[in-house]
């Protein structure tokens, strides 16, 4: 025996295709929302945007013929950009070249020239895309670094990469970051 069901009012039909489509509209905003950074992570972008506009020049010459000694030096003028008043101990720069081999390095361990990075996914990634990245790698100690890993372009043409790497502790006592805030940042705008 069947029995017929009683088709829904019209009025309730178009409760439920407007619900509907609200919700869908809510999430589509959602996935959207392109919320403004604090007032300190906006700082760091743009911090992170003006230094490396500024040193664009000199790191496209440290890489095409370069002095170790005076890559050095560089890297610790953008060092000290990212340290102003404050404890360069925890922050270190490196450059990289197209390759993934680090051509010179300043931090407060011993310089890394020769150390491939090729592999790791975050190279690829701006190689790739050409854009700034944000990582997070771990030191034996299980301190984090909040790593900016930017390309070194010339035009079009990829020529290395900078990576300015900050403690954790100092992203969040400097500029109240978390971890979670940072990998979530676009240096790219």
């Keep these: 025996m069947m029995t017929s069901r009683k088709p829904l009012p019209s009025c309730s039909i178009k409760k439920i295709v407007l619900l509907v489509l609200g919700a869908f509209f809510l999430c589509l905003a959602s996935c959207f929302d ?25 790191l496209l010459e440290a890489l095409k013929g370069h002095n170790e000694e005076d890559v050095q030096d560089l890297l610790g003028k953008i060092r000290t950009e990212f340290s102003a008043g404050r404890d360069p101990a925890n922050y270190a720069v490196g450059l990289l070249d197209k390759d993934g081999v680090v051509v010179a390095s300043v931090s407060s361990g011993p310089a890394s ?65 978390t971890e979670e805030v940072f990998l ?6």
């Design 34 to 58: 392109d919320q403004a950074p604090s007032d300190e992570a906006g700082a760091l972008r743009e911090l992170v945007r003006k230094t490396i506009h500024s040193f664009e020049s000199p």
């Design 113 to 177: 020239p020769g150390i491939f990075f090729s592999r790791y996914e975050s190279f690829r990634e701006v190689m790739k895309k050409k854009k700034i990245v944000s990582v997070r790698f771990y030191l034996q100690s299980g301190h984090k670094l909040m790593t900016i890993v930017a390309p070194v372009q010339n035009g079009a043409s990829l020529q290395g990469i900078l990576a300015v790497t900050i403690l954790d502790a100092e992203m969040k006592n400097r500029w109240g970051i």
């Design 184 to 189: 979530s940042l676009n240096f790219n705008r």
